[in-house]
């Protein structure tokens, strides 16, 4: 059984940094494209970054590109999101996600394509 376990998320003030984690365990981490996926108070749950099973791909929504930088660690079976300058806007509720069934230098984006969920991190961030 897969299990995904968030860390890192917190109360920062705008401008500041998080770095968020997430730890598979249960399967081979190597096999699985990950994701983050966050959350808003009555919003739609949005992609926020990808990265390949290789780490050599990844994608980014248009709001935090430039700012967020999503990387993988095979040997710790850990993905990490780098979240710099953050906004008030990007307060939310932080998801890591597993695609098992991705090609290899693919960074999906699609939410429906994972196939395992995290229970989420809250960020905030302070005006």
């Known amino acids: 059984q897969v299990q995904l376990v968030e860390s890192g998320g917190g109360l920062v003030q705008a401008g500041g940094s998080l770095r968020l984690s997430c730890a598979l365990s249960?399967?081979?981490?190597?096999?699985?494209?990950m994701g983050w996926f966050r959350q808003a108070p009555g919003k739609e749950r949005e992609f926020v970054a990808a990265?390949?099973?290789?780490?050599?791909?990844?994608s980014y929504a248009n709001s935090v590109k430039g700012r967020f930088t999503i990387s993988r660690d095979n040997a710790k079976s850990t993905v990490y999101l780098q979240t710099n300058s953050l906004k008030p806007g990007d307060t939310a509720v932080y998801y890591c996600?597993?695609?098992?069934?991705?090609?290899?230098?693919?960074?999906?984006?699609?939410?429906?394509?994972?196939?395992?969920w995290g229970q989420g991190t809250q960020v905030t961030v302070s005006s």
């Open positions: 996600a597993a695609d098992f069934t991705a090609l290899l230098g693919v960074a999906t984006k699609g939410e429906y394509e994972y196939d395992y």
């Open positions: 990265v390949s099973r290789s780490g050599l791909s990844t």
């Open positions: 249960g399967r081979t981490f190597s096999s699985y494209a």
